[in-house]
């Protein structure tokens, strides 16, 4: 009896091991999308920075509470950094002074309203608590955004060139 492997047993135990390696490389290329995006003290309310540090025209980034702050007629907004249409990340374009989903090209001016791409709506709102030292946000309790389509409540035309297509 040899201890030889047949042609055909090598090529089946090849493939099944190259199958294999390319799952667990699926696998680990794959594992940030695969983790929810809400984590650590998120559905609570988190304490922020102080009223007088939210931008007027720009939008600042809050790691913690997931959420940017600005303020729109001079009341402290916390908009949700998920996008509504398949919920990637969107990020503050400082150049166009809008939103931008770089994974679908929805954008959305500064109060989160839709301005272009596939997005049903609105980016969704978090409730704020601005009467402290601190911004409080409670990203406990969202508020859905516009339904696309919906007039713009401020008129800030687009600065600038996008972020997503420079």
């Given amino acids: 009896m040899s201890n030889e492997m047949s042609r055909g047993e090598f090529l089946s135990r090849g493939w099944k091991t190259g199958a294999a390696l390319i799952g667990v490389a699926g696998v680990w290329t794959s594992w940030d999308v695969l983790q929810p995006i809400l984590t650590g003290g998120l559905g609570g309310v988190i304490k922020t920075v102080p009223p007088d540090e939210v931008p007027q ?3 600042l980034f809050v790691r913690a509470a997931q959420s940017y702050l600005t303020k729109i007629d001079d009341d402290i907004v916390a908009l949700s950094q998920r996008c509504p249409h398949l919920g990637c990340r969107v990020a503050w374009c400082e150049p166009s002074g809008e939103f931008e989903c770089a994974c679908h090209g929805s954008t959305f001016n500064r ?8 997005a049903p709506r609105g980016m969704d709102r978090f409730v704020v608590d601005p009467a ?4 409080e946000v409670d990203t406990g309790t ?5 339904s696309a389509g919906s007039d713009e409540t401020i008129n800030e035309p687009r600065r600038g060139d996008s ?3 420079a």
């Fill in 132 to 135: 402290g030292e601190v911004v």
């Fill in 163 to 165: 972020c997503s297509h």
């Fill in 142 to 146: 969202i508020v859905k955004g516009a």
């Fill in 111 to 118: 109060a989160g309203e839709v301005r272009g791409g596939p």
């Fill in 57 to 59: 025209d720009s939008a």
